[in-house]
């Protein structure tokens, strides 16, 4: 592990890290009290798609978390940003919900099953056969294929459920087309959070649970990386990986007195 450096910036996985299934993780109302009271700018990064930021945002405040939305950065924000940059002002057939098709209509983008630029999949709690197919058909037509994130599954309170790295599968079997994924690990993802805080990589602490895709996203990004031990990733797994964060917790709790 290296040593710990100024920090001046933070990165924060959501679930996992200061949720679990909709409930705070204790100590996190502390730590984000702590940096919003800092001035340190911050933001809180998710794979999920579903949500807006302002959903969030909402959402948050009802597990007693209170982050605004413009703190908070989404697959769905990193997947409009990159459409944005590599074709402004195209058209996507979109599979997923209020989060991916908002971030997209607000760079500009037409959403149609005509002839598009894109297939983009995100998550939904309600994939259809009817769309899965379409998009297929439009992949063989020559659609670009994208994905938010590659996570195969998602948490709920009745147990996992099949998420964006799942269908995409799907999809990918059905076209030999494989998906360029948005989210973490891309470091682009850490990247474009980073830049909309105007941060600097030697100064910026990223925390996570996983170290399949928030501790390897953040080296990768060459960042500060902290795993916390509230999530995915057990402490018998660390050394299953090639890599190590630069600092392992029990829970964001212990993080109080770094910020």
């Not at 997209?104 to 630029?117: R, S």
């Not at 795993?227 to 402490?235: A, R, S």
């Amino acid at each position: 592990m290296t040593e710990r450096k100024r920090i001046d910036y933070w990165l924060s996985d959501m679930d996992g890290v200061l949720v679990h299934e909709g409930r705070p993780v204790p100590g996190a109302d502390t730590f984000i009290k702590r940096l919003s009271d800092s001035g340190k700018p911050f933001r809180v990064l998710t794979n999920n798609s579903i949500y807006t930021p302002r959903d969030l945002s909402v959402r948050l405040a009802a597990a007693g978390l209170e982050v605004p939305e413009q703190s908070i950065w989404t697959s769905a924000l990193a997947t409009a940003e990159f459409l944005d940059d590599q074709r402004p002002g195209g058209s996507a057939y979109v599979i997923g919900e209020a989060g991916l098709t908002t971030a997209l209509h607000e760079v500009g983008y037409i959403l149609t099953d005509l002839d598009p630029d894109y297939v983009v999949l995100g998550e939904t709690r309600t994939y259809s056969f009817t769309q899965i197919t379409r998009a297929i058909r439009l992949i063989e037509n020559g659609a670009r294929f994208i994905a938010t994130n590659p996570d195969p599954i998602g948490p709920s309170t009745e147990g996992s459920l099949p998420a964006c790295g799942a269908v995409a599968a799907m999809i990918t079997k059905a076209t030999g087309v494989d998906p360029y994924f948005v989210g973490k690990p891309n470091p682009r993802m850490m990247r474009s959070a980073l830049n909309a805080i105007e941060g600097h990589s030697e100064t910026t602490a990223m925390i996570g649970d996983r170290m399949d895709t928030d501790v390897v996203c953040g080296m990768e990004a060459g960042l500060y990386t902290i795993l916390v031990l509230t999530g995915v990733t057990q402490p018998q797994q660390i050394d299953r990986f090639p890599y190590r964060p630069s600092l392992v917790v029990e829970s964001v709790a212990d993080l109080v007195d770094l910020v």
